[in-house]
C-alpha cells in the first residue's frame, strides 16, 4: 500500500509563488521517478514537470524558468516550486509517481497518484 498526499495550493494573485509538496508513503522500497501533472477546467491533464531519483529534470514549456521540481529522497518527498504565476496556470495539480517498487512484492512496479490540490491564479 503507498499513497501520495499533495498539499501547498491555495488563492495566490498573478505574479505570486506557491509551493507544492507531494509526500510518499507506505511500503516503499524505492520511487524512480516522480512528475507533477495538472488539468485546468475544459482541458487535458498534462505534465508540468518531471524529476529522476539521480536528479534529472524535465519542464513544459509553458512553465520553463518559472517552476522548479525537486525531491528529498530520504523523505520521499517532492516539491515544486512555482513563481512569477499566471492565471493559466490555474489548475488541480496532481503529483505521479509512475514506477514505485514495493517492499511487499519487488518484482513489479506500481503507478500512483495523489487525489489533486488546486492552484488559484487570480486578482
Known amino acids: 500500500q503507498v499513497q501520495l498526499v499533495e498539499s501547498g495550493g491555495g488563492l495566490v494573485q498573478p505574479g505570486g509563488s506557491l509551493r507544492l509538496s507531494c509526500a510518499a508513503s507506505g511500503s516503499i522500497f524505492s520511487i524512480n521517478a516522480m512528475g507533477w501533472y495538472r488539468q485546468a477546467p475544459g482541458k487535458q491533464r498534462e505534465l508540468v514537470a518531471a524529476?529522476?531519483?539521480?536528479?534529472?529534470?524535465n519542464y513544459a514549456d509553458s512553465v520553463k524558468g518559472r517552476f522548479t521540481i525537486s525531491r528529498d529522497n530520504a523523505k520521499n518527498t517532492m516539491y515544486l516550486q512555482m513563481n512569477s504565476l499566471k492565471p493559466e496556470d490555474t489548475a488541480v495539480y496532481y503529483c505521479n509517481a509512475p514506477r514505485v517498487v514495493t517492499t511487499l512484492d519487488p518484482y513489479r512496479y506500481l503507478e500512483v497518484w495523489g487525489q489533486g490540490t488546486l492552484v488559484t491564479v487570480s486578482s
Open positions: 524529476i529522476t531519483s539521480g536528479g534529472s529534470t
